[in-house]
């Protein structure tokens, strides 16, 4: 997705944050057949950051403190697989309207 890369850096701008990309798959290390592809790895913390777009019409999905849930499957699978603590998710809405989520 070419715009994984501006929702990254919106991230680290906003949230002071540095983030950096891991280009591998990752297997679980008791199940191999658990795999991960992340988009980055954030630097200092258990965590990753999962970047993600969205029309405007599925902004309602995203109010709050909503995370879609095929969206948080998602994310608890990688955390699973990387033994991660915790996952931010950054969304594009509409091209426009940027937000993130712990």
Same mark, same amino acid.
């Given at each position: *997705?070419?715009?994984?890369? +501006?929702?990254?850096?919106?991230? /680290?701008?906003?949230? =002071?944050?540095?983030?950096?990309?891991?280009?591998?798959?990752?297997?679980?290390? %008791?199940?191999? #057949? %658990? $795999?991960? *592809?992340?988009?980055?790895?954030? +630097? $200092?913390?258990?965590? @990753? !950051?999962?970047?993600?777009?969205?029309? &405007?019409? %599925?902004?309602?999905?995203?109010? =709050?403190?909503?995370?879609? !849930?095929?969206?948080?499957? &998602?994310? /608890?699978?990688?955390?699973? +697989?990387?033994?991660?603590?915790?996952?931010?998710?950054? +969304? %594009?809405? =509409?091209? &426009?309207? #940027? @937000?993130?989520?712990?």
């Amino acid at each position: *997705n070419v715009l994984e890369e +501006v929702v990254a850096k919106e991230f /680290q701008e906003r949230t =002071g944050k540095k983030v950096r990309r891991r280009n591998q798959v990752f297997e679980h290390s %008791l199940h191999p #057949f %658990l $795999r991960a *592809n992340i988009d980055r790895e954030v +630097v $200092r913390e258990n965590a @990753i !950051l999962e970047c993600k777009t969205a029309n &405007q019409f %599925l902004a309602k999905e995203w109010a =709050g403190d909503e995370v879609p !849930l095929s969206y948080l499957c &998602q994310v /608890q699978h990688y955390m699973n +697989v990387l033994n991660k603590d915790y996952c931010y998710i950054a +969304v %594009l809405i =509409g091209g &426009q309207k #940027f @937000i993130w989520k712990r």
